[in-house]
């Protein structure tokens, strides 16, 4: 458990790392979250996906938790929420293209 939280927690830092450098380059970007994915290590059928909100959020409360949930369900994929923080996700690796399409459709609208 403990390599898992230390994976996560360097994949939010990755991802909020990215983010500023996305932003740094486009202005739209800043009104958008940001969300990765990586294989887990010690297990190659699942991965781990976390998002950060966009820079311009208005609140700090996350919506991204909920619209992992709703694209999770809209497509069937198989997930685990297994984290204090519902932006982190373990998503079986085969469900991850239909889980970001979902996604992008869900926050884009």
């Not at 390599?3 to 380059?25: D, S």
């Not at 950060?52 to 369900?73: I, W």
Request: charged share 25%.
């Amino acid at each position: 458990k403990q390599w898992y939280q230390r994976r996560v927690r360097g994949l939010q830092r990755l991802c909020r790392y990215l983010r500023e450098a996305y932003c740094a380059i486009s202005k739209k970007a800043a009104a958008l979250p940001f969300v990765i994915a990586a294989p887990l290590h010690l297990d190659p059928d699942y991965s781990c996906v976390v998002g950060v909100p966009a820079l311009m959020t208005e609140s700090n409360k996350s919506y991204l938790g909920r619209a992992f949930s709703q694209a999770a369900d809209k497509v069937n994929a198989t997930v685990v929420f297994d984290d204090f923080d519902s932006a982190v996700i373990q998503i079986k690796t085969e469900d991850k293209a239909k889980f970001f399409d979902a996604l992008t459709v869900l926050l884009m609208t």
